[in-house]
């Protein structure tokens, strides 16, 4: 079973409907409920929006332990701010994240020549090798809204990164861990490879 963690904040249909197209035979469920969360083989942590909000969200609805809990042990993909809040601390709001990895959450510096937020396609520089980068080709371009990312971070970790005025993460893993700044779910045939990758991850 795969489990979407349900905040009140994610981009949860089409995360939902991107799983049930590609893997019709697995239960792929969108759930708050903690218990489920802990039976499920798998799990999906996405989110939109800002992150102060994404973080009370989730602690309002008593989901926080479950998530780190998840994060530690099972194959775990975070998508878009479901990267961000992985980390240490976010500018946005100087709020703190889950401190599952370590690393800080910056806005992209304003410039006459760079809108904010980075919205579009992009190419997607594969730092490093991993099983959900099969058969998926060297910088491919993949979906992104977003105005923050991920720096002052353990470099050996990043296993994506794209160009938005200057280099910045687009993909991390940490052991059972894989996060992507992009959505997947909106990001046509090597979106839905990723997922399909995501499923066939053996630890």
């Avoid at 708050?32 to 973080?55: E, H, Y």
């Avoid at 959450?105 to 919205?119: A, G, Q, T, W, Y």
Wanted: proline share 5%; charged share 20%; net charge neutral.
């Amino acid at each position: 079973m795969i489990a979407i963690i349900d905040y009140g904040m994610g981009n949860l249909k089409s995360v939902h409907n991107a799983f049930k197209f590609i893997a019709p035979q697995i239960e792929t469920i969108v759930t708050s409920d903690p218990a489920l969360i802990s039976k499920a083989d798998r799990i999906v942590f996405p989110g939109q929006g800002a992150m102060p909000d994404c973080i009370r969200e989730l602690n309002n609805r008593g989901l926080r332990e479950i998530v780190i809990e998840s994060a530690m042990n099972k194959p775990f993909l975070g998508i878009c701010i479901g990267l961000q809040m992985l980390f240490d601390k976010s500018e946005e709001g100087n709020v703190q994240g889950l401190g599952i990895l370590k690393g800080r959450v910056n806005r992209f510096k304003s410039s006459k020549n760079l809108k904010i937020p980075h919205m579009g396609w992009n190419e997607v520089h594969q730092n490093a090798l991993h099983p959900i980068w099969n058969n998926i080709p060297p910088n491919e371009r993949f979906y992104f809204v977003h105005s923050y990312y991920v720096e002052e971070l353990d470099h050996s970790i990043k296993t994506g990164s794209a160009n938005y005025g200057t280099s910045f993460t687009a993909a991390v893993s940490y052991k059972n861990i894989f996060a992507v700044q992009f959505h997947p779910e909106k990001s046509a045939d090597s979106g839905l490879q990723l997922l399909k990758n995501f499923i066939s991850w053996t630890l």
